[in-house]
Structures are given as C-alpha cells and as structure tokens.
C-alpha cells in the first residue's frame, strides 16, 4: 500500500534526480570525447561492472584471479555486444544509466554514496543492488533488473558455465537418417 510517506519521498526523489540530471548534463565534466561508432561502453562503465559482476555472480566465479578477471573480461565484452543489439530506446535508457553511475551528483541519488562503485567494498555493492532490486520506485528496479539480466545472460549464455546450473545442454536430436 503506497502511503503519503511513500509518495511524497519518491516525489522528492524524483525531483532530486532530475534537477542532478540537469546538472551532469550541463557540467563541463560530461563533454567527453566521443566514443567510436562501434563501442558502447566506456572505460569508466566497464570498470563499473567489473565491480558488480562479482556481486551478480557471487560464489560462481573462478577462485583463480588469473581466471577470474577473464571470465569478468568475457563478460563484459558479451554485455557489449548484446547492447549493439538493444532496440534503441533501451539503448539509451542503458546509457544514460552508466552515465549517472560515472556522474557524482547523479551517483549519490542511485546509490546514496558518492564514492565510485569501484572503491566500495563488495559488501556496499551488494547493498546497493539491494536496495535497487527491492526499491519502491520503478527506475531503481529497471535499473536492477537491466543489470542483473544483461550479467546473466551474458555469463550464462556461454556452456561452459552450465554446470553451474547442473544444466547438460539442449537435447540431442537423433538423427535417423532418411525415411525410405
């Protein structure tokens, strides 16, 4: 049941979000040098999920560092790839999301910190997808669940962590050769 209490910090919440918004857009610090036609994801974004994927992924993960940062390496150039193949309204929405996470004044309505996701501790991070997944306002939930789907499927969507799952793969077919 929603409440006054409810409805009017989510007003205020909404209120502060643009008004930061309107900010980040106008502040020197967001005239970034344009990226290439084919990359999506900044250095900065990329960096972002290397500090949440380990949340999303916690316990399944290799414990071998080396092996580690290759399969979040592979996780994130798939996570590249599949927003190449985003309608482009959900293109955007992913961007300007990465961009309030890069952005301090935006970053501390997302995420009530104003340090980088980089230098919290898993335990912070763990918090703040938390409080997304779990939030009353639909933005945060959006923004969750984009995240979460996008790590999924971009890890999982690789056999060779279906074990994780104790999923053999699709059933073979039997082929019976041709009918007579």
Known sequence: MLTRRALLVGALAGAATLAGRHYWRNSAEYQLPPLPASSFLSRVDQENLAALIPVFLNGVLSSNETTRHQEIATVIERIEASAQLLYPR???????????????????????????????????????????????????????????????????GDSQHWHHLSYDGPPMVRDYGASS
Not at 103 to 122: D, G, V
Not at 128 to 136: E, G
Request: glycine share 2%; no cysteine; charged share 20%.
């Open 90 to 156: 959900t293109r955007d929405e992913l961007r300007e999301l990465f961009d309030s996470l890069n952005h301090a004044a935006t970053r501390i309505i997302l995420t009530s910190q104003a340090a980088s996701i980089t230098t919290l501790s898993i335990d912070e991070r763990d918090a703040i997808l938390k409080q997304w997944r779990d939030s009353f306002l639909a933005l945060l939930n959006t923004a969750y669940i984009g995240i979460h789907n996008l790590v999924m499927a971009s890890f999982y």
